[in-house]
């Protein structure tokens, strides 16, 4: 079993920052894809971005040159960095990684206020 421990939610204004993270119990190499994805409210789980291997990172669209996804491997921690931030972002963020199977975090909460 995989544990993933999101934080770094909360409240920011619009074009702020935040920067998540996902802390993993285990060897985050192990892992063949680590990445993100948000559910706003009343809104279907949507993909956010994703690395897959050695470092191949991916976007959605809608965050494309707003958000990086990065990993700190000695710290098997996954992180998000989010800058410049819309109201459309407020959500809550979910930590997941594909081994053998998904894990997912418990989500952390972002509200982008105007």
């Known amino acids: 079993q995989v544990q993933l421990v999101e934080s770094g939610g909360g409240l920011v204004q619009v074009g702020g920052s935040l920067t998540l993270s996902c802390a993993a119990s285990?060897?985050?190499?192990?892992?063949?894809?680590m990445g993100w994805y948000r559910q706003a409210p009343g809104k279907q789980r949507e993909w956010v971005a994703s690395?897959?291997?050695?470092?191949?990172?991916s976007y959605a669209d809608s965050v494309q040159g707003r958000f990086t996804i990065s990993r700190d491997n000695a710290k098997n921690t996954l992180y998000l960095q989010m800058n410049t931030l819309k109201l459309e972002d407020t959500g809550v963020y979910y930590c997941?990684?594909?081994?053998?199977?998904?894990?997912w975090g418990q989500g952390t909460q972002v509200t982008v206020s105007s």
């Open positions: 690395i897959r291997g050695v470092d191949s990172r």
């Open positions: 997941y990684v594909y081994w053998f199977r998904s894990y």
């Open positions: 285990e060897n985050i190499l192990s892992f063949n894809v």
